[in-house]
């Protein structure tokens, strides 16, 4: 299941106050919090405004996408960092830079086997012996990077330990059809990869290789047996994956 390669990148006291210094300090603390208010709401207002232009464009964003994106954007989840939310009900990625804004959407193939947790040391199994059951798309908080694959070809890493990433659709088998499968008006056909995110090769290149260079990176994958609040908790998960020096691609 993974391919060895070698890694390309390296990873003194107090004071009284006077009255008029008193009336000062509470003049400027309201007006820090009117400042927060405002930002607040500006953020909410840029993310309704991304999110509408996707909607127009056919793209429409799921309210358990919507939850989770609100939620990274008023807790500062991503930590400052690029982040990508990755839609498994309905089979969408959408990529939001690091001060959330969102820069675009797409469709994925996802994992065969519906569930939330990758089987135990399934990264260090052949992928011949993978059974059907056992190729699921994990949920979670995941600390991603870029890097290559066996030949060369640059991948986002997701979990080091399962071999997840998200990639540009490969060819696969004939029967597998990935690319009628990601074109199709359906989310229905797009379960087929071993547990990797396929994405179309344009969304990856103008997208996510754009959004995830030179940084480190934030990937929410929402879960599909329970709600996503509950899954997160909506409290900081961060997984650091350990340094692993092989990647596949699937």
């Known amino acids: 299941m993974r391919s060895h390669i070698e890694r390309l990148i390296r990873r003194g006291g107090p004071r009284k106050r006077s009255p008029r210094a008193s009336l000062v300090l509470a003049i400027g603390v309201a007006f820090l919090l009117a400042c927060s208010a405002v930002g607040a709401a500006t953020e909410t207002g840029a993310f309704a405004a991304s999110a509408a232009k996707v909607d127009s464009s056919n793209q429409s964003i799921s309210p358990e996408v919507r939850r989770v994106a609100s939620w990274v954007s008023d807790s500062k989840d991503n930590r400052g960092m690029p982040y990508l939310l990755v839609d498994k009900v309905n089979a969408r990625v959408f990529v939001f830079d690091a001060h959330?804004?969102?820069?675009?959407?797409?469709?994925?193939?996802?994992?065969?086997?519906?569930?939330?947790?990758?089987?135990?040391?399934?990264?260090?199994?052949?992928?011949?012996?993978?059974?059907?059951?056992?190729?699921?798309t994990p949920a979670?908080?995941?600390?991603?990077?870029?890097?290559?694959?066996?030949?060369?070809?640059?991948?986002?890493?997701?979990?080091?330990?399962?071999?997840?990433?998200?990639?540009?659709?490969?060819?696969?088998?004939?029967?597998?059809?990935?690319?009628?499968?990601?074109?199709?008006?359906?989310?229905?056909?797009?379960?087929?990869?071993?547990?990797?995110?396929?994405?179309?090769?344009?969304?990856?290149?103008?997208?996510?290789?754009?959004?995830?260079?030179?940084?480190?990176?934030?990937?929410?994958?929402?879960?599909?047996?329970?709600?996503?609040?509950?899954?997160?908790?909506?409290?900081?998960?961060?997984?650091?994956?350990?340094?692993?020096?092989?990647l596949r691609a699937e």
Do not use: W
């Open 100 to 136: 959330g804004e969102l820069k675009g959407a797409d469709a994925a193939l996802l994992g065969m086997a519906k569930g939330d947790r990758s089987a135990a040391g399934i990264g260090d199994r052949k992928m011949s012996s993978i059974r059907p059951e056992d190729r699921t």
């Open 140 to 246: 979670g908080r995941f600390k991603a990077s870029l890097d290559h694959d066996v030949h060369g070809v640059e991948i986002l890493v997701i979990d080091y330990a399962a071999s997840i990433s998200l990639h540009a659709v490969v060819k696969g088998t004939p029967l597998e059809r990935r690319a009628e499968r990601l074109a199709s008006a359906t989310s229905a056909d797009n379960r087929i990869s071993f547990g990797c995110i396929n994405v179309p090769l344009k969304f990856y290149k103008t997208v996510v290789s754009p959004t995830f260079t030179h940084t480190f990176g934030i990937v929410y994958i929402l879960p599909e047996t329970s709600p996503a609040s509950a899954f997160f908790g909506f409290h900081d998960v961060a997984i650091n994956p350990p340094q692993r020096d092989a």
